[in-house]
């Protein structure tokens, strides 16, 4: 194992425990032996973004644009340091607990109806979101009111009783792009009603409850084969996340 790796694998553990200071030296290091490795220089970035230092974290993203033009990773980041003083997390909280898998209790899914690509594009992983039981479906939006898109017609009939019996669930981004919206689904509480039923019978895509590289990057390689814009949303989303800066 070569000296990049180490301290890739340091970075990485690093970050999962919010020792941002620590995974700021590691992946310096790495860009002082491989001066453009694009993964170290976007996880720097997104570090100088939980320390707070938004300038150093634009001059890393816009170094990776020079060396890789089309990063998508570094043009999300730069549009929300662009449009918002407020919309990045200074502290992720419990990151890596947002993404372990319980069976029975947790789900990933790829959601339907999406937004338009303008909102998708600039929602960051881990963002918080609610579920709202429409008539026939479930929509899927920020805890500020705009509209990601909306579960699946199955899971949606499924979940739509739970929740009206009493069921509660948190919900959060796990990657997010201008063509999908993945998010990641816990039941929190489940009524004594409804004691004996699982939320999810059987899990899709189940994974190690590891956290990845990729989703400390905000990567989102995953299509999703429906498609489709849904007009119920905010007017202006990147607005109305600058609202606060106003």
């Given at each position: 194992?070569?000296?990049?790796?180490?301290?890739?694998?340091?970075?990485?553990?690093?970050?999962?425990?919010?020792?941002?200071?620590?995974?700021?030296?590691?992946?310096?290091?790495?860009?002082?032996?491989?001066?453009?490795?694009?993964?170290?220089?976007?996880?720097?970035?997104?570090?100088?973004?939980?320390k707070?230092?938004?300038?150093?974290?634009?001059?890393?993203?816009q170094?990776?644009?020079?060396?890789?033009?089309?990063?998508?990773?570094?043009?999300?980041?730069?549009?929300?340091?662009?449009?918002?003083?407020?919309?990045?997390?200074?502290?992720?909280?419990?990151?890596?607990?947002?993404f372990?898998?319980?069976?029975?209790?947790?789900?990933?899914?790829?959601?339907?109806?999406?937004?338009?690509?303008?909102?998708?594009?600039?929602?960051?992983v881990?963002?918080?979101?609610r579920?709202?039981?429409?008539?026939?479906?479930?929509?899927?939006?920020?805890?500020?009111?705009?509209?990601?898109?909306?579960?699946?017609?199955?899971?949606?009939?499924?979940?739509?009783?739970?929740?009206?019996?009493?069921?509660?669930?948190?919900?959060?981004?796990?990657?997010?792009?201008?063509?999908?919206?993945?998010?990641?689904?816990?039941?929190?509480?489940?009524?004594?009603?409804?004691?004996?039923?699982?939320?999810?019978?059987?899990?899709?895509?189940?994974?190690?409850?590891?956290?990845?590289?990729?989703l400390l990057?905000?990567?989102?390689?995953?299509?999703?084969?429906?498609?489709?814009?849904?007009?119920?949303?905010?007017?202006?989303?990147?607005?109305?996340?600058?609202?606060?800066?106003?």
């Open positions: 194992m070569n000296t990049a790796h180490i301290l890739q694998e340091q970075a990485i553990a690093a970050a999962e425990k919010q020792k941002w200071d620590d995974a700021v030296e590691a992946n310096s290091k790495i860009l002082e032996i491989e001066s453009t490795n694009i993964s170290a220089m976007n996880r720097l970035g997104f570090c100088y973004l939980q707070g230092d938004r300038a150093k974290a634009k001059k890393t993203y170094r990776v644009l020079e060396v890789d033009q089309y990063n998508g990773i570094a043009k999300k980041y730069l549009t929300l340091l662009a449009n918002s003083k407020g919309v990045i997390p200074t502290a992720m909280g419990s990151f890596h607990e947002n372990i898998e319980e069976p029975g209790k947790t789900k990933t899914i790829a959601l339907c109806r999406l937004a338009d690509p303008s909102i998708l594009s600039v929602m960051p881990a963002t918080s979101c579920l709202t039981v429409k008539q026939h479906w479930i929509a899927v939006e920020t805890d500020r009111g705009a509209y990601l898109g909306s579960l699946p017609d199955d899971l949606s009939h499924t979940l739509s009783k739970l929740i009206k019996g009493g069921n509660t669930y948190k919900t959060v981004i796990k990657a997010a792009s201008k063509t999908s919206c993945i998010v990641f689904i816990k039941e929190v509480s489940r009524s004594k009603k409804q004691a004996h039923l699982n939320s999810f019978p059987s899990l899709l895509n189940a994974r190690t409850s590891g956290i990845h590289e990729e990057l905000d990567s989102s390689p995953v299509d999703v084969s429906e498609t489709g814009h849904e007009r119920e949303i905010a007017d202006d989303f990147v607005d109305d996340f600058t609202e606060d800066a106003s």
